[in-house]
């Protein structure tokens, strides 16, 4: 069975940095491309940035350019996202996404339940 | 302001089909595949179609798909109250490079 278990969600003052992780499990996780999407209160799923299985390939939404850095360890299992310089704005609950294949470009099928990270002085 | 357009609220009573529509352009839906998403709010969001109209396994033939030009809908019918959820499309976007999702729908079952 996929599991996915986000963490790190906490709350944060603006400007400073965050690293959200998730650790994968139910499948042979270096074979996939891995994402994360939020979901900001009381709005809809926004999704964020894409790594595919070896790293090759790393795509982000206009909203986090810049700012935030995906990366992922194979040998561990595990995804991250590296978040500077966080906004009021990037107050979401976190999801860690499995993608359908090794590229970013197909769709997501499992989700995790989420880590929430708010941010505010 | 998402991407794609979707209505924000639909409804319906058991029993009854109704239809999700989800508007895009040349950059997504136009040249991509569509996917659906049923989410309740706090929890997994689930892969309910994929590739305009296909569904993986353990989702019932309830939930169907299609695409046609720069749309998308999703219909659900023998509506039944555990379907009461939020829906999404989504599309990888070629100018954007990056996927897209649409607003929501939330679904009520009256």
């Known amino acids: 069975e996929v599991q996915l278990v986000e963490s790190g969600g906490t709350l944060v003052q603006p400007g400073r940095s965050l690293r959200l992780s998730c650790a994968a499990s139910?499948?042979?996780?270096?074979?996939?491309?891995m994402h994360w999407v939020r979901q900001a209160p009381g709005k809809g799923l926004e999704w964020v940035s894409g790594?595919?299985?070896?790293?090759?390939?790393?795509v982000y939404a206009d909203s986090v350019k810049g700012r935030f850095t995906i990366s992922r360890d194979n040998a561990k299992n595990s995804l991250f996202l590296q978040m500077n310089s966080l906004r009021a704005e990037d107050t979401a609950l976190y999801y860690c996404?499995?993608?359908?294949?090794?590229?970013?470009?197909?769709?997501?099928?499992?989700w995790g339940q989420g880590t929430l990270v708010t941010v505010s002085s | 302001q998402s991407v794609l357009t979707q209505p924000p609220s639909a409804s319906g009573t058991p029993g009854q089909r109704v239809t999700i529509s989800c508007s895009g352009s040349?950059?997504?839906?136009?040249?991509?595949?569509v996917y659906w998403y049923q989410h309740l709010p706090g929890t997994a969001p689930k892969l309910l179609i994929y590739?305009?109209?296909q569904r993986p396994s353990g989702v019932p033939d309830r939930f169907s798909g299609s695409k046609s030009g720069t749309s998308a809908s999703l219909a659900i019918s023998g509506l039944r109250s555990e379907d009461e959820a939020d829906y999404y499309c989504?599309?990888?976007?070629?100018?954007?490079?990056?996927?897209?999702f649409g607003g929501g729908t939330k679904l009520t079952v009256l």
């Open positions: 790594i595919s299985r070896s790293s090759g390939d790393i």
């Open positions: 139910g499948f042979t996780f270096d074979d996939y491309a």
């Open positions: 590739r305009n109209n």
């Open positions: 996404a499995k993608g359908y294949t090794s590229s970013c470009t197909e769709e997501f099928d499992h």
């Open positions: 040349s950059s997504n839906i136009g040249s991509n595949y």
């Open positions: 989504a599309a990888w976007d070629d100018s954007l490079s990056g996927w897209v």
